[in-house]
T-cell receptor, first 114, second 113 residues
Framework: AQSVTQLGSHVSVSEGALVLLRCNYS??????LFWYVQYPNQGLQLLLK??????LVKGINGFEAEFKKSETSFHLTKPSAHMSDAAEYFC????????????FGQGTELSVKP | GAGVSQSPSNKVTEKGKDVELRCDPI?????LYWYRQSLGQGLEFLIY????????KSGLPSDRFSAERTGGSVSTLTIQRTQQEDSAVYLC???????????FGPGTRLTVL
């Protein structure tokens, strides 16, 4: 069965610093991979997704993620953090032959210090 | 255009009561998903509808949970004889098909006293 592990339930960075949120997945077949962001009291918003095309995926708000099959990783990065990036981030996996249901990691709360 | 809407936004109920949560997907989306977000369990898949196919109920935690989707559009998640452990935010998502991006609603926060 597939699973997702997000390393670090809380990450704190200074404004302008690099953001790195880690995600490792387990899947017996090539997965689709996603990063979602959740702002307080709101639903989930898609940041980016990997569906077996380019391994470096660019998303909204300056975020990007790189699919590394050898490391079974899909880490999320942003070169320069902004205060508005403070939110909870979820990595998720789905299998193309299982109806698209998403299996989520436990989430990483990102804090940005001024 | 309009996104996924859910109602009510908040629901407080007493243990043992039944509740119904509603989801209005984006018009034209054939796939609809329910997820649950709780402190202890994180985000969990509950059930999935795709067109006229039989729903995938593999994520429902007990037989007290059921869902239906009428006319290929609106969906209702029903929880019978609610328990305190059912307290969570219930999220609905829809997509054009099961291989497309899922768009999430704002959720219904259920509190069981």
């Amino acid at each position: 069965a597939q699973s997702v592990t997000q390393l670090g339930s809380h990450v704190s960075v200074s404004e302008g610093a690099l953001v790195l949120l880690r995600c490792n997945y387990s899947s017996s077949v090539p997965p689709y991979l996603f990063w979602y962001v959740q702002y307080p009291n709101q639903g989930l918003q898609l940041l980016l997704k990997y569906t077996s095309a380019a391994t470096l995926v660019k998303g909204i708000n300056g975020f990007e993620a790189e699919f590394k099959k050898s490391e079974t990783s899909f880490h999320l990065t942003k070169p320069s953090a902004h205060m508005s990036d403070a939110a909870e981030y979820f990595c998720a996996v789905s299998l193309y032959n299982q109806g698209g249901k998403l299996i989520f990691g436990q989430g990483t709360e990102l804090s940005v210090k001024p | 255009g309009a996104g996924v809407s859910q109602s009510p936004s908040n629901k407080v109920t007493e243990k043992g009561k039944d509740v119904e949560l509603r989801c209005d997907p984006i018009s034209g989306h054939t796939a609809l998903y329910w997820y649950r977000q709780s402190l202890g369990q994180g985000l969990e898949f509950l059930i999935y509808f795709q067109g006229n196919s039989a729903p995938d109920k593999s994520g429902l935690p007990s037989d007290r949970f059921s869902a239906e989707r009428t006319g290929g559009s609106v969906s209702t998640l029903t929880i019978q004889r609610t328990q305190q452990e059912d307290s969570a935010v219930y999220l609905c998502a829809s997509s054009w098909s099961d291989s497309d991006t899922q768009y999430f609603g704002p959720g219904t926060r259920l509190t069981v006293l």
